[in-house]
């Protein structure tokens, strides 16, 4: 067994680390879960069963080495494990933390299928990049001699990030480009704290800094400078904004107060995590402490929303989603602790009508059906008719996703060519728009999607950019207006 530490799944069982108590996690923003102890993560990375072909691999948009660094730490070299994993994925810790990996690689894990319960790839991920932080392996981005050329990233969130580390890396001038006053788009603003912890991100996000990257925060595209006159600042220009436009619900009494988008929402309490004043927040608003609050939706943004509700001292949180719970689209290990915590599901259910004259004080919900599959293979809700019922409500919270925002009259620039869905219209091969040297990558190409596949975007932009700059300094360089 010395020599091969691995295969241990036939005498050790699946082990998560330990969650916090659910009446202790619901009394603060902290992660709700306990790290590994080293000998718990060696192992439970020893159970691996180093398949001939790795389905957790292949089934993880950044195809991580993860056979490798998992036997690399069964044999207790966290430092290889800690490279390897780098080697493939900008931030490690953090899809460690978030990815859905019931979806993704432990949901393909062989011994899963086998009936031995999936390794637990994403609790030693994180364990293995938290150690590196903490024993100083995390070194400094050594970029490569100044190339004389520039690039602009639209969006500091992960895919921004990703491609401006990648190209510092490589020797260009990075500028950084962001709405909001900190960097992490919503790794920062729109996650809450119980799923990540705040410094995880803000400590990448310094190394950025450090390596000489440019954040300009609180810049507005088309307020602050048009498209066109930050082309003219830089070689070329990367368009990684994400999908920010709530979706809507079509109900009678939408429009009464009380009644609030789920991204302003969770904003503001992360904002109030980090000691900022919140005036919609303080003035109750935005809190939900106290309040009979109905989230409407079912994917991972309802699940953050219903969790931060409890955390605020809601008087009941009850979550309507108008599908069964096989059917949903958020993470099932979300719902579980959501449960844990005291939330209530109503599942196929539907808001109807909001109820109330100037704030809504309830919901009258339609109780929904499944009918024959849609178009994405998952059986349609219908309504069933006869069968309505109240629900006290003093705060909803929609929560039914994101669309993009119109970014060719945002950012001044009609040539800008979307899809009919508002996403960025791409050359697949280059990763450019149709306007000549602005490339484009993550949510406002793909549509709201995961942040492991913004990473994956970011890291083949930066390939794509990378090759179109290294023909275009064939060409004699030009004059650029200061950033």
Not at 102 to 121: K, M, P, Q, W, Y
Request: glycine residues 10%; aromatic residues 6%.
């Amino acid at each position: 067994m010395a020599d091969n530490p691995m295969l241990a799944f036939v005498r050790v069982g699946q082990d998560y680390p330990s969650k916090r108590p659910a009446d202790e996690r619901n009394e603060d923003f902290a992660e709700i879960a306990r790290a590994f102890a080293v000998e718990k993560a060696e192992e439970q990375a020893s159970r691996c069963s180093q398949c001939g072909v790795p389905y957790c691999s292949t089934h993880c948009p950044l195809h991580n080495h993860i056979p490798d660094w998992l036997r690399l730490t069964a044999e207790g070299r966290l430092r290889e494990a800690y490279e390897l994993s780098n080697a493939t994925s900008t931030m490690p810790e953090i899809c460690g933390r978030i990815c859905p990996q019931d979806r993704l690689c432990e949901g393909n894990c062989v011994i899963e299928f086998s009936g031995h319960g999936a390794v637990t790839i994403g609790s030693v991920e994180k364990f293995i990049t938290d150690t590196a932080w903490a024993e100083g392996w995390v070194e400094p981005i050594r970029p490569l001699p100044d190339r004389g050329q520039s690039i602009g990233v639209i969006g500091a969130g992960p895919a921004g990030l990703t491609t401006a580390e990648l190209m510092r890396v490589r020797g260009y001038e990075v500028h950084v480009y962001d709405r909001y006053d900190r960097a992490g788009g919503l790794l920062t603003y729109g996650i809450p704290g119980f799923k990540l912890e705040k410094h995880v991100v803000t400590r990448r996000v310094e190394r950025l800094k450090d390596a000489g990257i440019v954040f300009h925060e609180g810049f507005e595209v088309g307020r602050d400078a048009t498209l066109a006159e930050l082309r003219q600042r830089h070689d070329a220009v990367l368009i990684a904004t994400g999908v920010y436009k709530p979706r809507a619900i079509r109900a009678p009494g939408v429009g009464a107060g009380g009644i609030v988008d789920a991204l302003d929402y969770l904003t503001a309490s992360n904002r109030k995590g980090f000691g900022d004043a919140v005036p919609a927040f303080d003035d109750g608003q935005l809190d939900a402490a106290g309040k009979n609050v109905v989230v409407v939706g079912g994917g991972d943004t309802a699940m953050d929303c219903v969790r931060t509700a409890i955390r605020q001292g809601a008087a009941s949180v009850k979550c309507l989603y108008r599908r069964d719970r096989a059917n949903m689209p958020g993470s099932q290990r979300e719902v579980k602790n959501a449960e844990e915590e005291g939330v209530e599901f109503v599942w196929l259910s539907a808001p109807e009508a909001f109820l109330g004259t100037d704030r809504v004080d309830g919901v009258r919900v339609a109780k929904m059906r499944l009918g024959a599959p849609d178009a994405s293979g998952r059986r349609a809700p219908e309504a069933d008719p006869g069968n309505e019922v109240r629900v006290d409500a003093d705060l909803v919270i929609k929560a039914l996703g994101f669309d993009p925002e119109e970014l060719p009259r945002l950012f001044a620039e009609p040539d800008l060519s979307v899809t009919r869905w508002g996403t960025l219209r791409i050359d697949h091969k280059t990763m450019q728009t149709s306007i000549d040297g602005v490339f484009a990558a993550g949510d406002i190409v793909r549509g709201a999607s995961l942040v492991v596949w913004a990473i994956r975007d970011g890291r083949d932009v930066a390939e794509r950019m990378h090759a179109f700059l290294k023909a275009k300094a064939k060409a004699a360089p030009r004059e650029r207006v200061a950033a």
